[in-house]
């Protein structure tokens, strides 16, 4: 006895086959989906994640020093940490004196504040 989509498995897999479906697309540009995927691969880490959460909840911004120790990590994990969320556009920074400050950016904290509403769809 075969299988009623026997007939139709079988015919799809040669030359000419139809589809049941057009394929699927989008409308996000390469550079698009590469600026994606490096904002959530900025926000994967522990610390990252944290050290964005920790800026995003200041008013002027958080200094290096100050996220040192609220994180648990070294001063280089840190920097390095703001570096990457730098470069994914995550954070601004400017200094003064010798110190540099880092304040989440507009995209930044509308990514947070989704993350916040889905986790409290998902707690209801």
């Known amino acids: ?7 139709t498995i079988s ?3 040669g030359a000419g086959a139809e589809t049941c479906c057009s394929p699927a697309g989008h409308s996000l540009t390469e550079g698009d989906v590469a600026s994606d995927v490096q904002t959530l691969a900025a926000l994967g880490n522990d610390t990252r994640y944290e050290a964005l959460r920790l ?9 290096v020093c100050e996220l040192e120790p609220a994180l648990g990590v070294s001063q280089g994990a840190v920097s390095q940490a703001l570096s990457r969320l730098f470069g994914a556009g995550l954070v601004e920074r400017r ?6 400050y880092y ?9 947070l504040a989704v993350l916040d509403e889905t986790r409290e769809d998902r707690d209801d």
Do not use: N, Q, V
């Open 103 to 111: 304040s989440a950016t507009p995209r930044a904290r509308r990514l």
């Open 95 to 100: 200094k003064e004196g010798r110190w540099r």
């Open 55 to 63: 800026i995003a909840d200041t008013e002027d911004g958080a200094c």
């Open 11 to 13: 015919s799809e897999t």
């Open 1 to 7: 006895m075969s299988h009623p989509d026997s007939e």
